[in-house]
């Protein structure tokens, strides 16, 4: 059953590794006692840990096995994208931000309650929770492909596997546990990748110069892409579609995704929380860079085998082939256990964004009945398992798909992202829109991004800036033609 390429050596430090970091993972998050404890910590936690954690959070496993593959596949303009993420992230720090330290927040989407009315919170919410569990449905198989190739068991089994230890560690770590151990997970991971650049430049017949001539000569080392003349907005990595599509991304990710927003909410104050979110986007952009380097010496290393050569199935399988089968015993399995646990805790944070969104989002508000702390710690736990379940159901659906899984995952993101981001910028910059325009605004924003996926108008990197723009089209003009005050 176990893979021949893998030493007892490997599956002790994976053992070893596993249950140290959850063990550490229970230990910071302590004992909850309330719902607040569980989503949000007793105590307010450092900036930087912050940082790190939304850095795992929102790469982890695509990162590590996609974008080698992404590199292997095409080139270096993913770039574009990742410095887009970092202008996005700056702006939600100088505009969204602040909104959401007026009160206490406990979710991004009390902002909108505040502003518009409890209808439109609700809406948001349930349109996060479908986004979240078919995007993070990805992430789930994303995680089971290295453990596929470390058992030699099907993605079924791999994927139920991943999401028990997940749902575990999310039910007691809560969400402190979480944090700190994202943030530890961060540097493993980052430092496994490190390992592995080196032993292929080590390895490698004339050093650096000779494992990258392949992929000079396929011209991969390509970083900038105008992209102008025909087909300009089919192209996901021009220069115009990566920065504005990747800002856009980033705004509605780290400013209106309860995934990334609960970690900022448990930063020490505004000043804390911007430096997590900006500092966050200058690592991503060295991270991606590393990840994408790995995937161009991957190509030499192989001399640029189609993944059907090398007896795989697709372009994310390739990392995950090479530190199996071509790094010494130990070291192969500290990377799997380090990448591994790094998305075992994004799956953790992600179950428990889910939960304290049905909690604090639906349940709370639209009961109107108030439950006492230890009845709702129970109830959020129960919610958590309800989400493992679907969230695995999610990854079996998207198991068979041909596309790379992080353009996927960022695709079923910009589905919704536009129509979320919309609402919230038209409660930000403008006055005048009420609830009453901007819910019919939220849906026109989706559907007409069901219009532009169905009849693949542009690429996956202009889907954002699309919804946003018919959002608060919609909103300003609906806000215009004026409407009898109502109750919210």
Known sequence: M???????????????????????????????????????????????????????????????????????????????????????????????????YRGELSTAYAFLEQRFGRKTRSFAAIVFLFTRIAADGVRLFA?????????????????????????AYTYFGGVRGVIWVDAVQMLVYLGGAGI??????????????GITSAAFEAGKFQVFDWGFGAGFFQKPYTLIAGLAGGALLSMASHGTDQLVVQRLLTARSLAASRKALIGSGIIIIFQFALFLLVGLLLFGHYSGATPAELGLQRHDEIFPKYII?????????????????????????????????????????????SIDNARALRFSRRITICWAALLVG????????????????????????????????????????????????????????VSVISLKLVAWTWFTLVGVVATLLIGTLLSRLGHPPSAR
């Not at 492909?145 to 749902?167: G, S, W």
């Not at 009420?434 to 924003?445: H, I, N, S």
Request: hydrophobic share 55%; aromatic share 12%.
């Open 2 to 100: 176990l893979n021949a390429s893998f030493t007892p050596l490997d599956y002790l430090v994976i053992v070893v590794y596993l249950t140290a970091i959850t063990a550490f993972g229970i230990l910071r998050g302590g004992r909850q006692t309330s719902a607040q404890d569980y989503f949000l910590g007793r105590e307010r936690i450092p900036w930087w840990i912050v940082c790190f954690s939304i850095v795992a959070a929102e790469t982890s496993a695509l990162t590590f096995i996609s974008i080698p593959g992404l590199a292997y596949l095409t080139n270096l303009t993913f770039l574009q994208v990742a410095s887009g993420y970092l202008i996005g992230r700056i702006i939600v720090s100088y505009l969204l931000l602040p909104a959401y």
């Open 143 to 167: 995680t089971a492909i290295p453990l596929k190739f470390v058992l030699n068991v099907n993605y079924p089994t791999a994927i139920i596997i991943l999401a028990a230890i997940a749902l």
């Open 196 to 209: 592995a650049l080196v032993f292929l430049l080590a390895r490698a017949d004339g050093g650096w110069t």
């Open 325 to 369: 089968e071509g790094l010494p015993p130990g070291i192969s399995g500290f990377i799997i256990a380090g990448l591994l646990a790094a998305a075992l805790s994004t799956l953790a944070g992600s179950m428990s964004s889910l939960s304290s969104s049905t909690l604090l989002d639906l349940y709370g508000p639209l009961s109107g009945r």
């Open 394 to 449: 999610s990854a079996l659906f998207f198991m068979n798909t041909s596309q790379t899984v992080v353009e996927l995952a960022l695709s079923i993101a910009s589905f919704t992202y536009g129509g979320l981001l919309g609402t919230f910028l038209l409660g930000v910059l403008f006055q005048k829109p009420r609830q009453e325009d901007a819910l019919p605004a939220f849906v026109g924003g989706i559907l007409v991004m």
